[in-house]
């Protein structure tokens, strides 16, 4: 990842596993070359203009922006208040499936 100062630009590789050596060589050779337009790099940074993010670099490069942004919690608040709906679908999937295996069952003892 190399740092900008409105982000990130993330590379990828992809190859078989036999050239991992290589890409690995290419890579560090690739990111020199790498340079983000005058007043978007990380080191133009302005206290005075720019805000600061709420979560930290290490969670910015780590990748756990998502956990330290609540992103879980909040996932996790609309399963609970969608609990109710979830228990209803089941009820009537039960429901449904009991209807339709009463009906089998009936059929069998009729013939």
Do not use: C, T, W
């Not at 590379?11 to 560090?28: E, H, K, R, T, Y």
């Not at 080191?43 to 990748?63: E, S, T």
């Amino acid at each position: 990842r190399v740092l900008g100062r409105h982000g990130y630009l993330s590379l990828n590789a992809i190859s078989d596993m036999d050239q991992l050596a290589d890409v690995q060589a290419g890579m560090q050779r690739l990111l020199p070359m790498v340079e983000f337009d005058g007043g978007a790099r990380y080191v133009d940074y302005d206290a005075d203009n720019d805000r600061l993010a709420g979560y930290g670099l290490a969670a910015l490069v780590g990748g756990g922006l998502a956990a330290n942004s609540g992103l879980l919690a909040k996932l996790g608040a609309a399963l609970l208040a969608g609990k109710k709906f979830i228990a209803l679908l089941l009820i009537a999937l039960a429901a449904i499936g009991k209807l339709v295996l009463g009906r089998r069952r009936s059929d069998d003892i009729a013939a």
